[in-house]
């Protein structure tokens, strides 16, 4: 008992030692990632990279003469914890700016309690345009828009000769918004949209949607979600023989990770992505991307990450120089600042552009967008 | 006509496993009258299983099976003797109570122990289908439905034709007669639950390598272990069978033709509608009562 006593009161001052410290030397961001659920390989990659980033930054010297700390907790992949996340980060461990929240429904679910708080976030995956077109001022978005990624593929569609396409789409805001985007784009060049297929997000069997798209008459499938899927269908449409051409969207396929998974059933698939970690000198500003892939290997992550990763590490590194533009970290402040930040990201600079009804605008910078073809187990890129 | 029957040859492979799925429940929700929440979690054990012999300790496919589906008896015995034992006799309500306690403190155990990203294992199946003229199938989802045939053959006539499945039997329908007939009650509560909670791991050991494997993985396949052990009738091994079929059916053919979106609401809607009108299971036989 006087034992079981003891232990507890070291816990309780080694926690109060460290509460204090922390409190007094560091500066908070929050991160909110699914890091378990559909959605966990992919929140596990970002907040990886948000660490180097982190690292990076406090080897530096930290910013305002203070190290970063991350304050990274778990939305499960669902919208309702990803909002209690938000509000227990901005609330309990009073951080001034978040990263989150991923997916599209997520950040949704988020974006409330970031006006109800008056707190910035900025936006690293997301791609439904509904993110910044609302009215939400507290929003910077650093990924593309679903819209800008159809109007980035627009160039290749008449190369592919594309006539009738069907859409297999995760069923929530992110895969929706995307076939609805993309459908958009491919009517005004005249293709035909045939079917539009949706899936749960926690689905593993989509024999049957599969199935269905087998006997359509299209010749090209759209398909939007996350990497786990992506391996279970092209896994399924293998066993299946469907024999279409297959294109992805939204950024998180993790060419490498469908390669080692899926086999022989992702040669000849296309993707739509945010970043070459293949061909680093392709890449905006190739001196960072080789620092960050050089320190991801380095700490022993999968290389298969890293079209994921990165968009961690630019995202903390915008809220960071944020931070330090305004000079304090306070909320108002770093949401004033992040409109005037700059800075060179490894998917093209950041810099944030209105977006949304005036008055209450949300931040858009304008990432790039390329698309790579797997062939033999081996990724190349396909002009735009 | 050739879109048809691939839904068929669908519905067949997921059939086979769901029917697998709920004969592992029936036998402790319907027989033992255990609301077994940590059915799902025992579904990812015996996934978590083959992933530990096949991809860790690089052992063969066919050698995992049996390890998975022991390891599943052993994990059953176990919560039967620790928690379920001390709490004979209890209401339904507490009974009910432990068991989502468990469910979620082995599940967090698997996240702990593993993480949330998923895994997967790799199968000595070749990657080509088999192609029968319009239809095509993998292989591997051929050898899952035919173990899982086996399983569900094996465990009917378990409980149909041996002395064991006699004395199961006896126990559940009135424990203190069954107890002065001579039958070990205590062993036949500790092996029932066993071997439901063996065919659940079974169930995840199969389909783990068909998909991916991932700490929540068993919640959505204990949720349709419920719906189908309701839609046969609880208790009914036959009627697990059949009702593992429909529901695949159901969202075959609810994906294909009416809309992939509600694909899972398939299943369920026709519990609603057996609620209503046959609340015992479609395939409920005349039950004494008292």
Redesign the interface.
Known sequence: MTRALGLVGTIALATALFGATAGAQTIKIGVNEP???AF??SG?YVVNGAKIAADEINAKGGILGKKIELVIE?NKSNPTEAAAVAEKLITSDKVPVLMGAWGSSLTLAVMPKLMEYETPMVVETSSSGKITTTGNPFIFRISPPSAVEAAAFKGIVDKLALKKVDFLVI?NDWGRGTAEDFSKMMKDKGITIGLV????Q????M???L??I??SDSETVIVTTAV?QL??IF?QA????LKKRIITTGGSQNPDQIIA?A???ANGTMHLTTFLPWFPDKTPNPEATDYFITEWKKRGFEFAGCTESFRGYDGIRTAAAAIEKAGKAEPAAIKAALWDINIKGLNGDIVFRKSGPEGKESGQSQPNVYLIEINDGKVGMKTL | MSEFLQHLVNMLVLGGTYALLGIGLTLIFGIMNVVNFTHGVLYTFGAYIMFIVVQQLGLNFFIALPVAVLAGWLLGAAIELTLLRPLRGSDIDTTMLVMIGAWIAMQSGTLWIWGGVAKSVTTPFPEAPLVLGPVSVSWLRLFVLAAAAMLILVTYLLINNTSLGRAMRATFQDHDTASLMGVNVDMIYTSTFAIGSSLAAAAGALLGPVYVIFPQMGDLAAVKAFAIVILGGLGNITGAVAGGFILALAEELGAGYVSSGYRDAMGFLIIIAVLIFRPTGLFARAERVG
Request: hydrophobic letters at 35%; proline letters at 0%; a negative charge.
């Open positions: 890091l378990t659920g966990a390989a596990t778990d069923n297929e949706t899936m749960d926690g689905a593993q069997d024999s049957a949607q199935s269905k087998k006997s786990d391996t279970l896994k293998a066993a299946l023989g998974q086999g022989a059933a």
